[in-house]
Nanobody, 125 residues
Framework: QVQLVESGGGLVQAGGSLRLSCAAS????????MGWFRQAPGKSRDYVAR????????YYADSVKGRFTISRDNAKNTVYLQMNSLKPEDTAVYYC??????????????????WGQGTQVTVSS
């Protein structure tokens, strides 16, 4: 099992920045990729970004490309999501997820095996 704990959410004005962290524990050696998803009220959970644990390759949803940066610190078993130029439409609960498998696009929820509890990000206009 892998446990994931997110932190760093909060309230920020439009144009501001936040950095989310996701600390992993347990059988972290089994993790191939880590991802961030978000869910706004009344909407589905959407893919935001993902990073391969070993190669460090990064991928982003079009909606956040150029504003968000995903990174990792394998020594700390932690993944980060730096969010800049935040917009009110970025308001959501942000979830960290981990996948054991190396195949697939990793943009769908079902491709991930472990999830954190989520952290709220609210962007005011």
């Amino acid at each position: 099992q892998v446990q994931l704990v997110e932190s760093g959410g909060g309230l920020v004005q439009a144009g501001g920045s936040l950095r989310l962290s996701c600390a992993a524990s347990g059988r972290t050696y089994s993790v191939y990729a880590m991802g961030w998803f978000r869910q706004a009220p009344g909407k589905s959970r959407d893919y935001v970004a993902r990073i391969n644990r070993s190669s460090g390759l990064k991928y982003y949803a079009d909606s956040v490309k150029g504003r968000f940066t995903i990174s990792r610190d394998n020594a700390k078993n932690t993944v980060y999501l730096q969010m800049n130029s935040l917009k009110p439409e970025d308001t959501a609960v942000y979830y960290c997820a981990a996948s054991r498998e190396g195949i697939g696009t990793k943009i769908y929820e079902y491709e991930y095996h472990y999830w954190g509890q989520g952290t709220q990000v609210t962007v005011s206009s």
